[in-house]
């Protein structure tokens, strides 16, 4: 969705900088109304999120160029204060990415709750980690969009509440009576309820809006989405409204019910927005799996030994690993079991080197499924669908 009524970046920084000349402003103006008091506030998001990080890491390099010494824990924080950084500036790229207007869609049909639960999942380690308890009531729900960016969006909305709540949070996919609409609404806790809340409600706004809120504002307006914010001393609710929800006939209801067939499930990405990682030394299969997978919709890594996979699942776990059969050895087992002690029923494909095998992992004698070399065109995608759904 394009932004016509928005100005150009270069124009909305000029009339940050330039005074005005009006004798008493608005009271009370409205953001969303005037586009350049939309980017002041987003241009002096990016100056507080740039200006803290930074100044903090230059005290850091000022005392080591003065003591010529740094302990280890503050090398760690001055890592952190420049990866923060960081993460503004690629923030700012993203969203000067979707404010252009040449973002290319592809609106194609996508399952809202499936996709939510997938993104859960493949945060659930970080938000575990952050204490941040979930509690969710989800109706099945479908929307026409593009799938790579409704897992853009619900990301943002993880990244916005993660350093935030300080308990729970509690997600709802409803659906409006009319005009039918699928409604997504997150309720985060932001303020201990023990503590007692503040009257700065202006301070308050301005904490909440980072730059992971307006990245999400930002997707959510190329999505065509509407998305409402609700802000009083202890919690936050934001709602977003899906105007191209997929409204079920009697008949796609039924068809649903009975319809198993693989090659139907491929098409209709019900994966869409799923991680998997490919671990393979061999450029030739690499280009096998990007090929097979390429019109799933899912979100793919590779990397080419066991070391590398052993570190990037240490960062975070992604929904499938797919691995190439020569790499199997003690060290890649190692991966399994610690991967398996943490999630029982977490999936891995095996590659072959040769032949037209596929057996799903109920019936292989590894636990695992397994696919021949040459059915990965055919086979990886079926294999994929078939175990994820198992498990999700």
Known sequence: MNLPSDPPLHEALSLAMTPSTEAAPPASPDPEADPALRWQALIAQVGRELAEPLTAALERVTTLNTTGRIDRQGLRALRDEIDRARQAGLLCQQMARLASGRIRQSHERVHLTNTLQSVLAYRARELHAHGIRLTQALRPA???????????????????????????????????????????????QHQPSDQPTTADMDGLTERLSTLHWHLLEETARTLGLIVERQIDGVHATVSIEFPTTVTATFEEVMHAQDAHDFVDSVNSKPLAGSHVLVVASRRDVRVQVRESLKAM????????????????CQEGLPHAIVFESALRGTRLEHLFDGIRREVPEFVFIELLDEGRTFEIAAVSHTGMARVGRDAIATSLPSALVYELTRVM
Do not use: K, Y
């Open 297 to 312: 919709g899912l979100v793919l890594d590779f990397v080419h030994s066991v070391n590398e996979a052993q570190a990037f």
């Open 142 to 188: 479908e929307v026409r969009l593009d799938a790579s960016m409704l897992f853009a969006l619900l990301n943002a909305l993880v990244d916005w509440w993660i350093p935030t709540t300080v308990g729970a949070v509690d997600l709802q996919v409803t659906m409006r009576n009319w005009p039918e609409r699928a409604r997504l609404v997150c309720r985060i």
